[in-house]
């Protein structure tokens, strides 16, 4: 018994039904070596409240109905081991659901939005089946192997309420919907790739407004990493010629032009030719300051004079631009 | 302790809009005795932008960056949390994929360079640390900064991918950093802790969705002035742009004032091992910062 630890483990605890607001209680226990935070959980319900509420099901890391948030770290309950975390934590923890502000019943929360968002994506093949085939519908190896890691995504949410993006515009349709519109978007067999294509290249609620913070990447209990799947997607709607031009696939092709003339970023010139020079009235104020401080010069902006430095070998990075691209820019 | 070398790659943002990350960073390297040679054949790291065009191309030109340093016979090293992650990300992606490591010395080869994987790529933050050794920074502290609480934020793209990044930086956890904290300790500052300390400052979507960007820089900095901070410091000169630059449109979405100076993370070692107010460059920021440098040498 020499391994186990007494602690005192905390938990968000909240009814919505009767409670005005969340509290926290804390509840005494010994933790062994090889114990999970769902056993955390059962022993919070078993041994101290019976009314501690949260959703568990297969305890194998695949149905994904456990999945909680401890000190803000994402976790699967039935997978992550509890001496890790209270090492990580210094001994303090505190259980939390996914999203306090969509908490139902203390670890339970109203996931709909987070169906809502898979919905959308239309997250199956969709194809023209014949009910009575005369085979099986086969694949390739090479076919199979271009879905990447993202078949594995247990829909548990950890991505999703981990992003910070979807947090503050709750349009956007984060991580774990743009995996699975890239899931059935690569695969041979389906045929509604350009409108999952389409509606995730759209201003306010596809790939566009992805903050590139990883956080989707380090809370996925699968290792699926959802970001990776979210510059594929990027990539597709280039490929695929569903990219418009707009102030964000305008930044995006707008590195190719600025690196090509000089190796660096141009970061005036990005500006400039991401909004038009209409759209650089919004940016006026903040370069007045930055000229101020000696940030930018006045005349960066000016299409006439290059103030930006040069990489030696330019001509290398010129020539490998021309040999590997494989995007054409808009 | 033999004399250490680094490749500096400079990233964009220290040739251009924050000339005092660089100036700062081969200041710090002098006092302490690194050497450091500029690697200036080296092209932007795409900056996550690139990729989202062209993941192939952005591999590409981040292979003949590193392939600089290998001909060097020496560890890369960054100042911008950004270029870290997208070096370190198709370096990953070479020495791990064959066929693709392949694909992109085909095209490397037509400009007579080649690819191998000798070189490791690190942030200045963690050489500092990991190399150099926060025992010896102590040593040679001439100022103290015991006379300011200290807000280190991290930067995303130093601390996740958590897998990505823990070989070469001290196997940093995401959820508690300590990096930062230390090396404000090791200067004899006060390190604030505060909750958004590893969150997102919100950079990336600045020019296409704002608000979420605004929102985003607005909470950091909130918590920090709540948290009685003094200034942030971040080893980002992105974070450091986006929080320093865009003060004002910040306190207009959050509704209140926000005004707090962003230190880049060499600025606050320059300052603490005494070097000159130009080397340091706090008359380049846009939310006043100068008065730091008087305040520090009281």
């Known amino acids: ?330 | 302790m033999s004399q250490l070398h680094y490749a500096l790659f400079t990233g964009c943002t220290a040739k251009q809009s924050t000339p005092e990350l660089l100036s700062s960073t081969l200041a710090v390297a002098d006092k302490l005795g690194i050497k450091i040679t500029i690697l200036e054949e080296a092209s932007c790291c795409g900056a996550s932008h690139l990729q989202d065009f062209d993941e192939f191309l952005a591999h590409v030109l981040n292979a003949r960056n590193i392939c600089y340093a290998e001909k060097l016979g020496l560890t890369m090293i960054t100042i911008c949390n950004t270029c870290q992650l997208n070096s370190a990300m198709t370096k990953h992606a070479l020495d791990t994929n064959p066929e693709l490591k392949a694909r992109v010395n085909e095209k490397l080869a037509e400009v007579g360079l080649e690819y191998k994987g000798t070189s490791q790529v690190k942030h200045f933050l963690y050489c500092l640390i990991d190399e150099y050794g926060l025992d010896n920074i102590k040593d040679r502290v001439k100022t103290p900064l015991s006379n300011f609480n200290i807000a280190p934020f991290y930067g995303c793209h130093n601390i996740r991918p958590s897998e990505l990044h823990n070989s070469s930086n001290g196997g940093e956890n995401p959820y508690t950093p300590t990096s930062l904290d230390k090396l404000i300790d090791a200067l004899d500052g006060h390190p604030v802790d505060y909750e958004s300390k590893n969150k997102c400052c919100g950079f990336h979507v600045e020019l296409q969705a704002n608000h979420t960007s605004e929102v985003l820089t607005g909470n950091a900095l909130l918590d920090a002035v709540d948290n009685n901070a003094d200034m942030v410091v971040t080893p980002c000169p992105l974070c450091h742009l986006k929080m320093d630059t865009y003060q004002d449109d910040v306190s207009k979405v959050m509704g209140r004032d926000v005004e707090i100076p962003v230190l880049h993370m060499p600025q606050m070692v320059a300052l603490a091992l005494g070097c000159t107010e130009k080397e340091i460059g706090l008359d380049y920021h846009v939310q006043t910062a100068s008065q730091i440098f008087a305040e520090a040498n009281l």
């Open chain 1, 1 to 330: 018994m020499s391994d186990r630890r007494k602690v005192k483990i905390k938990a968000f605890r909240f009814n919505a039904e009767t409670d005005y607001l969340p509290y926290t209680k804390e509840y005494e226990m010994e933790v062994g070596k090889d114990e999970l935070v769902l056993d955390l959980m059962n022993r919070i319900k078993w041994e101290h409240d019976g009314s501690f509420s949260y959703r568990r099901s297969c305890r194998h890391g695949i149905c994904g109905a456990c999945g909680i948030k401890v000190n803000g770290k994402p976790v699967l309950a039935c997978k992550q081991n509890a001496i890790e975390l209270l090492d990580l934590f210094n001994n303090d923890i505190t259980l939390e659901p996914q999203s306090k502000k969509r908490a139902v019943k203390d670890m339970i929360i109203d996931k709909s939005d987070f169906w809502e968002k898979h919905e959308a994506v239309k997250p199956y093949v969709v194809a023209d089946i014949d009910p009575e085939p005369k085979h099986e519908t086969k694949q390739s190896i090479t076919q199979f192997n271009a879905l990447l890691d993202s078949d594995l995504c247990i829909q548990c949410g950890a991505c999703h309420y981990a992003c910070p993006a979807l947090e503050v515009n709750p349009d956007y349709l984060g991580p774990a919907a743009l995996n699975a519109a890239f899931r059935f978007s690569i695969d041979t067999r389906d045929n509604a790739s350009i409108d999952r294509l389409e509606l995730t290249s759209k201003a306010g609620v596809g790939v566009w407004d992805c903050v590139k913070c990883f956080e989707c990447a380090e809370a996925c209990p699968k290792e699926i990493n959802p970001i990776e799947k979210i510059t594929k997607l990027h990539n597709m709607q280039f490929e695929q010629k569903v990219a418009k031009r707009n102030i964000a696939t305008k930044h995006a092709e707008g590195f190719v032009r600025s690196i090509k003339k000089h190796g660096f970023l141009d970061e005036a010139d990005i500006v400039v030719y991401s909004e038009g020079y209409l759209g650089m009235y919004k940016h006026m104020k903040t370069a007045m300051k930055m000229i101020k401080a000696g940030k930018i010069h006045w005349d960066d902006a000016l299409p006439w004079v290059d103030n930006v430095p040069k990489s030696k070998n330019l001509d290398e990075i010129q020539k490998l631009i021309d040999i590997s691209m494989t995007n054409k820019l808009l």
